[in-house]
Nanobody, 118 residues
Framework: VQLQASGGGLVQAGGSLRLSCAAS????????VGWYRQAPGKQRELVAA???????NYADSVKGRFTISRDSAKNTVYLQMDNLKPEDTAVYYC?????????????WGQGTLVTVSS
């Protein structure tokens, strides 16, 4: 299983980014998917998940600003991030399969850095 994450970068507060996670050898539409982040000096946290069907879960800190989705045709998971804040600065990781809510997925992406300037 390979997950290739992309889309990170530097953005000003209030801006938007869309992260992508292209999967191979695993079908994203048939598995739970999630996005985590880890800020410097902090533990990794789950920010968004799609566990079954189109039901989504979000961390309170990102509700109303982040949207997780998946494209079956492209076998890709996305994280649309709007109204970004400096506290969203972190390395973001995608994950597929296994127990997303317990931070035990089948596979992790390599991480993509998001930096939000004030």
């Amino acid at each position: 299983v390979q997950l290739q994450a992309s889309g990170g970068g530097l953005v000003q507060a209030g801006g938007s980014l869309r992260l992508s996670c292209a999967a191979s050898k695993i079908i994203v539409s048939a598995n739970a998917v999630g996005w985590y982040r880890q800020a410097p000096g902090k533990q990794r946290e789950l920010v968004a998940a799609m566990i079954s069907g189109d039901r989504t879960n979000y961390a309170d800190s990102v509700k109303g600003r982040f949207t997780i989705s998946r494209d079956s045709a492209k076998n890709t998971v996305y994280l649309q991030m709007d109204n970004l804040k400096p506290e969203d600065t972190a390395v973001y990781y995608c994950a597929v399969g296994g127990s997303i809510l317990a931070s035990r997925p089948y596979s992790w992406g390599q991480g993509t850095l998001v930096t939000v300037s004030s």
